[in-house]
């Protein structure tokens, strides 16, 4: 009798994430004026690539947000009841939360992000930096809706989101999260939120074209993960970072610019640059009090209190000649 022996292996399917990307990808690159969606900055190296900005002289967010936590901890944190939920919206490193954790008494802490494992590292080192806290780790998309556990259904919700994150966000996409984190938190819910405020456009430019070249790392590090993940041919000397301040649309746009016409191949499809043509990679939103209560009023929540910190929002200095 004859035999045959086969060995087969498991088919390598991409999994879902690597298909969403790949069709967004080439969806967004393929049309004019192409862009890329914000969110696939953030790969292990990207994450990293914005921890290193978050550190930045010219990079003034996150220790400025840090600060307000720190110097209005205490106001922020009362208005947070006793025994409340507090769910935090991308939780990431939870360097924020703690700032308000050593402030407050809540019943639990619900940290929510699309990183499971990373998630269950942080859950861990807060369980054992504040023994007794109940700490409900969630893994999901922030943005899409989801499931609280029930565990907390009759806690009071307090929802909470620094970072300016929102700022990269659209009007349009930043009223359906908030609409939504309204559904997911419910009725009587409050919310906590930090966001970058309009200030003299030379600190904004600065903050988005540091000296050392690490917010154009950044910038650049999509096209790197394109060509690791989806096969891309993408050569990262013919781009270049570009970050400037769109004034009548309030925000930082960074763009990645294509030094020359060119052509790139991705998963099969030919991709048509020509030179000096930008893919619109982010923006970010810098907001005013009243923009952004007034975004708030028409997602369905009411503004309650604004923390800033004591530095000049704005130098709009009207000058005269002597
Ligand atoms: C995460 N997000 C609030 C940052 C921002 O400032 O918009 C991302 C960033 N992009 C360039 N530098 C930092």
Redesign the pocket.
């Known amino acids: 009798m004859n035999m045959h022996a086969t060995a087969l292996s498991e088919a390598h399917l991409p999994d879902e994430q690597t298909t969403a990307f790949a069709r967004d990808a080439i969806g967004d690159l393929s049309q004019r004026p192409k862009r890329l969606s914000?969110k696939y900055f953030y790969d292990a190296a990207g994450s990293e690539l914005?921890e290193a900005?978050t550190k930045l002289p010219e990079?003034y967010?996150t220790r400025t947000e840090l600060s307000i936590l720190r110097d209005r901890g205490d106001d922020i944190s009362a208005i947070i009841p006793k025994g409340a939920a507090l769910v935090e919206f991308g939780a990431g490193a939870t360097t924020k939360v703690r700032l308000l954790l050593e402030k407050c008494d809540i019943g639990a802490y619900v940290p929510v992000d699309i990183s499971g494992d990373f998630l269950k590292e942080q859950a861990d080192a807060l369980r054992r930096d504040f023994p007794g806290l109940a700490v409900y780790p969630v893994a999901a998309d922030f943005t899409a809706p989801f499931a609280l556990p029930a565990s907390i259904a009759n806690l009071p919700k307090v929802g909470f989101f620094p970072?300016?994150?929102l700022?990269?966000f659209e009007p349009h996409e930043a009223c359906a999260f908030l609409r939504s984190a309204r559904e997911i938190l419910g009725k009587g819910a409050q919310m906590i939120i930090g966001v970058?405020l309009e200030k003299d456009e030379r600190v904004l430019y600065d903050?988005?074209n540091d000296a050392a070249g690490v917010?154009a790392r950044?910038n650049l590090n999509v096209l790197v993960r394109i060509n690791r993940e989806l096969g891309g041919n993408f050569d990262l000397s013919a781009f270049t970072h570009r970050a400037i301040y769109n004034r009548e649309r309030h925000r930082?746009e960074?763009h990645l610019i294509a030094k020359t016409s060119q052509n790139v191949r991705l998963l099969g499809t030919n991709l048509t640059f020509r030179a000096g043509e930008s893919i619109h990679t982010?923006s970010?939103y810098k907001y005013s009090i009243e923009r952004f209560n007034a975004l708030a009023r028409g997602s369905g929540w009411t503004p309650r209190a604004s923390w800033t910190d004591p530095a000049p929002i704005r130098s709009n200095r009207a000058v005269r000649p002597k």
């Open positions: 914000p914005f900005i990079y967010p970072g300016s994150t700022g990269n970058d903050a988005y917010t950044f930082i960074m982010e970010s």
